[in-house]
């Protein structure tokens, strides 16, 4: 299994971080693929398979933490070509909402 689930929805409340500027306050750190909890069911295999596929975006996937997990909200193409490359973890920007504060 990649993932630790796959879902298909967001169950954490709404947070202020909506645009790539917003997200890039967040600094990268690692996270492990087999923590990650999916916000969408299905994947788009044209990003998955686009060379350009941060171009117009972040580099790193955006997680929420929310209630002990991680939900990987944006960036699946990116966990899922990771994986591929037999990678077991990336860098993601982590927003977390169990705390006071972003990590």
Known sequence: ????SV???RPYP?????????WAS?????VRLADLITTKRTLDLEALLAE????YGDLFPHVVRYDGALYLE???HRAVRSALHHRTVM???VL???SSGPT
Do not use: C, N
Not at 1 to 4: A, K, N, T, V
Not at 15 to 20: I, S, Y
Not at 26 to 30: D, K, N
Not at 52 to 55: G, R
């Open 1 to 4: 299994m990649i993932f630790r």
């Open 7 to 9: 879902g298909d929805d």
């Open 14 to 22: 709404e947070h202020e971080l909506r645009t790539p500027a917003d």
């Open 26 to 30: 967040l600094p990268p750190q690692q």
């Open 52 to 55: 350009d596929s941060t171009f």
């Open 74 to 76: 944006d960036g699946l």
């Open 91 to 93: 860098h993601a920007r």
């Open 96 to 98: 977390d909402l169990d």
